[in-house]
């Protein structure tokens, strides 16, 4: 029998979540004291009660159970959603205002044998320092529990209805559709397979990939941005005018592509929802991550793009400081405040795409086209921890003298053909480092240049640590 150290498990308590893999970092006694400690955060928020739902992994019920153990042991009550897509689930947290808050069971695009808990507020977007906070009291043992005729109860929803009255909700905000399109849908064996088919056949004929839900995804990894979806893009390229929509497993993000096969980046995304639905004067949040074509494009048409850290919470954050009306990551998360709420919610973006494409009577390679290309090269350097930082800031120090910077998450360069962006990663000892040009040769110098000083002030600060 091995034992597990609390040094162990430290890594697994993330900066936007705790995730790690079942069974072997990751126990139903972690996931239960740690939802007891955010069950007495939210008490302390004056909060009453926490609504639990999760995705379709193997592991999802009993980590479910965990959390209504953990949360119902520390006094709260608990409002049982069973499993939903995760955006679906931010939607009921902001559209029910009882609830004092929300853990969701996911590991996103991980694969089968990972899991985790992610903590949200009342209105659906994700905690920053309350995650610290958990951690803190995590190793220190500081849970307040309940005494024995003082705990929780546990209250089971119909998520069947939260599911109809999110469909009705996207419907009536979203334009009337004036035609209908070819839709090649892969949600990857996902849970987003339990609503975006019905709402995207509202108005559409949808041929269905990978629909039923199977938490050992056997159609491959639950990762359409960086996993292998060339199935899916041969089925698009051989229906000639379909267009192509890929989830991942808990169903936050959406690769679209057009009927050509090619993955439109969510910049691109991002700059055509803008288009159709701002109007000068607009705001638009996006992550360091995105590729300076999205400033470029909005700032032409007079709205005006906020830069923000990499990460839903703090795009979210963003969004409601700036009264922004969409924010795009470029991870493929996509916020549609102009609608009332400031989490991501990949499904209604993909329906919107969807309605504004087909009221456009233009093919979405079109679209693509219209508003332009750029080549990215993203590489990740493994740095200690205890370095990352100090490498970052020197170079920070160093461009900021030469260059036009931001310094909002690590430095990101902006040139006269792209932009380089350089942060230290939250979550592992690793550098990254993404380019991005509006010509290939141009990326090749400028990621070449950059690398090069990358690798010498690493190794200079090595050398002298």
Not at 33 to 59: H, L, M, T
Not at 280 to 300: F, P
Request: hydrophobic share 40%; glycine share 8%.
């Amino acid at each position: 029998m091995t034992l597990i150290h609390d040094k162990d498990i430290e890594h697994i308590f993330r900066a936007y979540d705790i995730r790690g893999i079942v069974g072997e970092n990751l126990f139903p006694d972690v996931i239960s004291k740690a939802s007891a400690i955010f069950a007495n955060i939210i008490e302390e928020y004056g909060g009453k009660n926490i609504a639990v739902s999760g995705d379709g992994r193997i592991s999802t019920p009993m980590l479910i159970n965990s959390i209504s153990a953990g949360v119902t042991g520390a006094g709260l009550d608990v409002f049982l959603l069973n499993t939903l897509p995760i955006t679906v689930f931010y939607y009921s947290l902001w559209a029910n205002k009882e609830f004092g808050g929300g853990a969701y069971v996911t590991a996103s695009h991980n694969p089968p044998q990972w899991n985790g808990v992610r903590f949200r507020k009342s209105d659906g977007t994700g905690f920053s320092k309350e995650n610290t906070e958990v951690k803190k009291r995590f190793f220190s043992g500081k849970i307040k529990w309940a005494e024995w005729n003082n705990i929780g109860r546990i209250i089971h929803l119909d998520e069947s209805k939260i599911i109809q009255d999110y469909i009705n909700f996207v419907m009536e905000k979203a334009p009337p559709q004036e035609r209908q399109l070819e839709i090649i849908l892969d949600t990857k064996n996902g849970i987003a397979g339990k609503v975006a088919p019905y709402l995207l056949s509202a108005g559409n004929r949808v041929m269905t990939l990978n629909a039923n839900i199977d938490g050992t995804f056997p159609s491959g990894s639950p990762d359409p941005v960086d996993g292998d979806i060339s199935k899916t893009i041969a089925v698009v390229k051989e229906n000639k005018n379909a267009i192509g929509m890929v989830f991942d497993g808990d169903g936050d993000r959406v690769v679209i592509l057009d009927e050509r096969g090619r993955r439109v980046p969510p910049e691109i995304v991002g700059i055509f929802l803008a288009k159709e639905l701002l109007k000068s004067g607009d705001i638009v949040v996006y992550n360091a991550e995105c590729a300076s074509i999205i400033r470029n494009k909005l700032e032409e048409m007079g709205i005006k793009a906020v830069e923000t850290r990499v990460g839903d919470v703090f795009v979210a954050e963003s969004a409601k400081k700036n009264n922004a009306k969409l924010g795009i990551e470029g991870s493929y998360h996509i916020f549609l405040p102009l609608y009332g709420f400031y989490y991501d919610d990949a499904i209604f973006a993909a329906y919107l795409f969807s309605v504004l494409v087909a009221n456009k009577r233009k093919k979405v390679s079109e679209i693509y086209d219209e508003i332009g290309h750029f080549y990215v090269k993203r590489e990740n350097f493994d740095v200690p921890d205890k370095i990352k930082w100090i490498v970052v800031s020197k170079l920070a120090e160093l461009y900021e003298k030469k260059y036009e910077t931001s310094t909002i998450d690590g430095v990101k360069i902006y040139l006269q053909h792209g932009s380089v962006l350089i942060r230290p990663s939250n979550t592992e000892p690793v550098i990254r480092m993404m380019t991005e040009a509006d010509d290939e040769e141009e990326l090749i110098k400028l990621h070449k240049k950059f690398k090069a000083e990358l690798l010498n002030v690493i190794s200079d600060i090595k050398a002298g640590s």
